[in-house]
């Protein structure tokens, strides 16, 4: 049977009770919140023929950036493609299979495709600006987006989240004051938006506006609980306190909500990583953290699958003496660049320099890390992540060409911070620290 979404779309199979299931898993995704792939799989229980329950399964998997997922995101793939599908549902089984061949920049152009002539599909959006974020297309984060808005209103379901990955594009791009008020007005409609939640979030550690950031988390219970990007927005609110010299509330932060449910996913061993070395660099005392962070990254040193995560990894390896499983995390990636695929140049253009930065470092051969990371430092959006996380690799930068005796360059890098952070501050505090 075919019937229409809550935008007008048709969808091939499915019944009242499976359709009802799926807009739950949809807006569950677009919130970042409950079990959204749960909800799923009980709309396909309640009926096999519904393509587009599969299709979101499928996404759900791949998004999680994990080599483990390409296994159930091609068996949704396959079901998929078995069953009688119209031409938007054709364009979501294309960007999966090539997304499933490692084709990540293909897949968010197809999506694209899709885009321009079903603007109103959300999660054709949102799949498309994940691959954006992975890839570190900056402008499409923010123009994917702004292509399908002149087609929505407030009055359609899921206008929150166009809202808030409206917001997130132009964080990403310097448009800080309208990315505030789109990720404001998102959360204000939909408190449980985690996107729209980090898109502001986003905004204030750009804009070093401490005080407002720690408001900004603690004021909204509604991405705290239940929420697959919560540890994301807790390592935000941890930002603000280690800015302000406050590791105790870091380190009780690292411990509760964004390490002491023992994370098994990327997403949040992520978070750990970047947040443990920011406090080595800063010389806090973090105890055995970091032996137990690098075996929860253990099972996945082989993988090669992202780059990006490969070098949160390695942070952890090279911080915990674990050679054995970064020699593991090396092997893989000297394979993913001799493979086809996407991650191949991921890990070529910045991957493996920023690795290979990261064990000097480690070892304490300050002049090389300062030699690895100064030519991909610019480029360095090209393996994904966000301006804050990538941040990471120019306080690496400075610590090393501190420790190396490279004064003349540890200052002029310290002075182009210094003029990044003037040019990103809101104009009236701009003029206050003129």
């Not at 502001?200 to 909204?220: S, T």
Request: net charge negative; glycine share 6%.
């Amino acid at each position: 049977m075919t019937t229409k979404d809550t935008v007008g779309y048709t969808l091939s199979g499915g019944n009242a009770h499976a359709l009802d299931l799926l807009e739950q898993a949809l807006h569950q995704f677009r919130c970042f919140a409950d079990n959204p792939l749960a909800t799923a799989e009980a709309a396909l229980a309640e009926a096999p023929d519904l393509v587009m329950a599969q299709v979101l399964r499928a996404w759900l998997y791949l998004l999680s950036s994990e080599a483990g997922a390409l296994a159930p995101a091609r068996e949704a793939l396959a079901a998929a493609r078995e069953l009688p599908h119209n031409e938007r549902e054709a364009w979501h089984l294309r960007a999966i299979a090539q997304l499933c061949d490692g084709q990540w920049r293909a897949a968010a152009l197809t999506l694209e495709d899709l885009s321009a002539h079903y603007p109103l599909d959300a999660l054709a959006l949102q799949a498309g600006q994940q691959l954006d974020f992975f890839v570190g297309d900056s402008r499409m984060l923010r123009d994917r987006i702004a292509r399908a808005l002149p087609a929505w209103s407030a009055t359609l379901p899921g206008w929150h989240a166009v809202l808030g990955m409206q917001a997130f594009g132009l964080e990403e791009t310097g448009d800080y004051a309208r990315a505030e008020r789109l990720g404001r007005q998102a959360v204000d409609l939909q408190p449980r938006d985690a996107w729209a939640q980090h898109a502001v979030a986003h905004v204030l550690e750009m804009q070093g506006r401490r005080d407002e950031g720690i408001e900004w988390m603690r004021g909204n219970e509604g991405w705290q609980t239940d929420n697959f990007l919560a540890v994301h927005n807790w390592w935000h609110l941890a930002l603000h306190h280690l800015a302000q010299g406050d590791v105790t509330e870091v380190l009780a932060l690292y411990d509760g909500p964004i390490h002491g449910h023992r994370p098994e996913i990327h997403v949040e061993l992520v978070d750990a990583s970047a947040l443990l070395w920011r406090l080595d660099l800063q010389g806090a005392d973090v105890g055995a953290r970091w032996e137990r962070l690098a075996e929860r990254w253990a099972p996945f040193a082989g993988d090669g699958h992202y780059a990006f995560s490969d070098w949160h990894a390695a942070m952890a390896f090279v911080a915990a003496g674990r050679e054995d499983l970064l020699q593991a995390l090396l092997q893989a990636q000297r394979q993913a660049m001799a493979s086809e695929g996407d991650n191949a140049a991921f890990t070529r253009e910045v991957g493996s320099a920023v690795t290979q930065a990261c064990i000097a470092f480690g070892q304490q051969d300050w002049a090389r890390a300062v030699a690895l990371l100064r030519p991909v430092r610019s480029q360095s959006h090209r393996f994904g992540g966000s301006h804050a996380q990538r941040d990471l690799i120019d306080l690496t930068l400075i610590a090393a060409a501190q420790r190396s005796g490279q004064k003349a360059l540890a200052r002029v890098l310290e002075q182009e911070r210094l003029a990044l952070a003037r040019q990103r501050l809101p104009a009236r505090r701009e003029a206050l620290t003129a």
